[in-house]
Each structure stands twice: as C-alpha cells, then as structure tokens.
T-cell receptor
C-alpha cells in the first residue's frame, strides 16, 4: 500500500465549478500536511499547508481529519488557470512523502 | 535570492553508462531531497539528507543508485549502469528546517534523463 494515496483523476470541470480532491495517508505518526501544485512539465510548488482546524486561502479550502487519516482540498469558482496536478504531501520528521497527484482540467 | 538549481537540465545516455546529476540547494537549507517522476506519474521519493545525520536512503530503487551531499550543500545523485527504466525527471528539493512541521520544499527545475 502506498503511504499517500490520491484519486488520479482526471477531473474535467467547467469554469466556475466547485471541485474536491481527497487524499489518505497510512502513517498515523505523520505530523504535517500540505497541498502542492504542479503545472505540466514544471516543478511542484507549495499551494497551501493543511491545518487541523481546516484553513482557507481565497477559493481554496483544505481540511484534515487525523482520526480518518484523510486530507481534502476544495476549489470553488474554478478558473482556467487552476488546471494542474494537485499533490497531497505528508510529512513526518521532515521526511516528505508525495501522493501521485490528481489532475484537474478546467474548461471554458 | 537564487532558488534550487539542477544540472544538467537534460541528459541523454546509452544503456549501461553511468550518470551524475547535480543539485545546488538554496543557501542555508539543511534538508535536501531527491525524487524522480516518470511521465504522468507522481513523485517517487529516493533519498533525504538532513544536516549531518545519516541520509534516509530507503527510497533508492537499487544499489545502482547512490547520492552524496558534500559539505552540507551540493548533492550529487549517481546512477550506475543505467537502464531504460531509469528514464525519468529527477527532481531535487531543499527546505529550511524550523522545528517540526514548517518545512516547505522548494524544488529545482529537474533533470530529464533519457536512457536509450
């Protein structure tokens, strides 16, 4: 079983749609959690951290459920520029493990 | 300031040859990671260096892979006797470790390795 699992998608949504990505992790000792974004043929970049109480950054909302070892990312009012692969990242003692990513395509 | 740099950006080699990939992390970052990413796949963890601690080599796929980090800065990933399945983008990332939990990784542009 992979340490971090994500639905690979692809998710194809129209502009303005709300889309949610899920991620599960296997190591209960994991300490911190992140979502990274990777554009085609580019390196990953941090999108947002995920806090236990849930957190929001503009149109993006991240949630963490430690009991279920589950992380989510919600994108509201999606834009064409949101098209990318979204990587779930789990950290334990600065050892970062990435999910395989969920591909999102936002269409006009 | 300068970000993470990697060289070469592209490397084409013949099966059986050795290759060296270089990573220059952000100055002052104590943690350095190597990943590889095959076409359309996620990041596969290879190795992790943190300060002067012994590296976590648990992700290296075979003994043909090795990595060094000299002086706590530049790192070299070496692949011996390359095979076609080694073809991938090799990504390096560094992070500034500040306690637990704050460790945004900054990635280099990667080295695209093609083994013919």
């Amino acid at each position: 079983r992979k340490e971090v699992e994500q639905d690979p998608g692809p998710f194809n949504v129209p502009e303005g749609a709300t889309v949610a990505f899920n991620c599960t992790y296997s190591n209960s000792a994991s300490q911190s959690f992140f979502w990274y974004r990777q554009d085609c043929r580019k390196e990953p970049k941090l999108l947002m951290s995920v806090y236990s109480s849930g957190n929001e950054d503009g149109r993006f909302t991240a949630q963490l459920n430690r009991a279920s070892q589950y992380i989510s990312l919600l994108i509201r009012d999606s834009k064409l520029s949101d098209s990318a692969t979204y990587l779930c990242v789990v950290n334990r003692n600065n050892d970062m493990r990435f999910g395989a990513g969920t591909r999102l395509t936002v269409k006009p | 300031g300068a970000g993470v740099s990697q060289s070469p950006s592209n490397k084409v080699t013949e099966k059986g040859k050795d290759v060296e990939l270089r990573c220059d992390p952000i100055s002052g970052h104590t943690a350095l990671y190597w990943y590889r990413q095959s076409l359309g796949q996620g990041l596969e963890f290879l190795i992790y260096f943190q300060g002067n601690s012994a590296p976590d080599k648990s992700g290296l796929p075979s003994d043909r892979f090795s990595a060094e980090r000299t002086g706590g800065s530049v790192s070299t990933l070496t692949i011996q006797r390359t095979q076609q399945e080694d073809s991938a983008v090799y990504l390096c990332a560094s992070s500034l470790v500040v306690g637990q939990g704050y460790n945004e990784q900054f990635f280099g542009p990667g080295t695209r390795l093609t083994v013919l």
